[in-house]
């Protein structure tokens, strides 16, 4: 414990009304810049189950699969909102696994950091093999195994490099995902609207094919279940905040950039792509390579598989850093074993780096020997996590909220808009989502 509590001196950790803060310090620790913050959250937002994973939504919803992703952009758009209020006012490590412990009681904590650290720990795992999956498409005769050992390998040594290393990958990897989906929305606009070089189809597939909900209203609901896990992973910004050189300007223009793109690149890029595509077509499968081929862009499918292997890396890059920080933030009130608190000179904590990348080996290896048992349940359950998580930090909100208000309103610089009101609108949709999931039989073991 006095060890623990020497680390969190020099981290530069000060309590103020039982409420860790920390403080940006001119160490190697701090060194996640503007840039990379921003880019970060909205790396974490378009994953790889945007490009490849919507094509179940579509196939289940029709055209109105845009109103699943749209409904559940609007819950995490409510809960990126809660969480940048409170990380601009305690930037800490852990994040919401803290603010939850803070708020809601050690075991609330416990529960909230350990779930957090499980979903990404399988994410690396899933990531790995479809990165190698994507890979093989160039280099077939390379088995998959090798390849998912060579990205774990290869990401897990850039996290231990520095936390610059994580920054700059996610800068890159993120900045190219971006790019991609605003030229896929202008290509496509044009397209729709009869402006391209060959004649489009306008808006006649939203409607020309069963209707805008084909299969009824209750696909369109399930939808929003599944689309749920695709947008997890633009919280790891307030995890980051720890390590940025400006915590809470860093996080309060990073979690306004997520919530002013995040309905325009998911819900912008799905009415596009149904639009283009009809959606009960059987290329609908692969549905950005083939709205480009539609498009008659050339080497549809090279550009695509390339845009898609650098989401994968960059999901696979972001699940090594956020869940070795996740596991560094528990050794801090006892949630994990000491001994994963040790950080190297250039201010990593090697230990829960390496822990992670761990498991993250042992479940790939379980997807090769047991993928019809272990392997699957791991792969149905992380997205249920990810709604336990989030569902937490509504709740961790309502109350730290309250308590900032009376001890200290000044550091509420971002504020939750119309609260107490749409906090209580996004504990609903999630409750909603866990009740509808025990009425949907491919969501029953999950849950």
Do not use: C
């Amino acid at each position: 414990m006095i060890v623990m509590q020497a680390r969190a001196a020099q981290m530069g950790v000060a309590l103020i009304h039982d409420v860790p803060v920390l403080e940006a310090q001119p160490d190697l620790r701090h060194t996640l810049k503007q840039r990379h913050m921003t880019m970060i959250a909205l790396g974490g937002v378009i994953g790889a189950g945007l490009f490849v994973g919507s094509r179940v939504v579509i196939q289940s919803a029709g055209p109105a699969a845009s109103i699943s992703f749209l409904l559940t952009g609007l819950l995490v758009i409510l809960v990126m909102r809660m969480l940048g209020e409170l990380a601009t006012a305690m930037p800490t490590i852990g994040s919401f696994y803290e603010y939850a412990r803070i708020a809601l009681g050690d075991m609330a904590g416990f529960l909230t950091g350990w779930m957090y650290w499980y979903f990404w720990v399988i994410v690396v795992a899933l990531e790995a093999i479809a990165g190698a999956d994507l890979i093989r498409f160039w280099l077939p005769e390379v088995p998959q195994w090798l390849l998912a050992l060579t990205l774990m390998l290869a990401l897990t040594v850039s996290n231990l490099f520095s936390v610059r290393s994580y920054g700059e990958f996610e800068f890159w990897f993120a900045s190219i995902k971006v790019a991609a989906i605003v030229v896929f929305l202008v290509l496509g606009g044009l397209f729709v609207a009869g402006m391209w070089f060959t004649p489009g189809p306008g808006l006649a597939n939203l409607t020309g094919h069963g209707g805008f909900a084909p299969n009824g209203i209750l696909p369109v609901l399930t939808g929003a279940v599944a689309a749920t896990g695709f947008y997890f992973g633009a919280e790891i910004v307030t995890i980051a905040a720890a390590e940025a050189d400006e915590p809470a300007r860093a996080v309060a223009k990073a979690t306004n950039s997520v919530i002013s793109r995040v309905l325009l690149f998911y819900v912008g890029s799905i009415v596009l792509v149904v639009a283009i595509i009809p959606w009960n077509s059987a290329t609908i499968v692969t549905p950005y390579v083939s709205a480009l081929s539609a498009m008659k862009i050339p080497a549809a499918a090279q550009i695509m598989n390339a845009i898609i292997l650098t989401a994968v890396l960059s999901a696979l890059n972001s699940g090594l850093y956020a869940s070795s920080r996740m596991l560094f933030a528990l050794t801090r009130n006892g949630h994990a074993p000491a001994l994963l608190a040790r950080v190297s000179g250039n201010g990593v904590p090697v230990a829960a780096t390496l822990a992670g990348s761990g498991f993250g080996f042992v479940a790939v290896f379980m997807s090769y020997v047991s993928p019809d048992t272990v392997f699957a349940f791991l792969v149905n359950s992380y997205g249920t996590v990810a709604l336990f998580v989030y569902l937490l930090v509504a709740f961790s909100q309502l109350r730290l909220r309250r308590r900032l208000e009376a001890e200290n309103p000044e550091r509420l610089v971002v504020r939750m808009w119309l609260f107490p009101w749409l906090t209580y609108v996004a504990i609903a949709g999630m409750l909603a989502i866990l009740a509808a999931m025990a009425f949907i039989p491919d969501q029953q073991l999950p849950l």
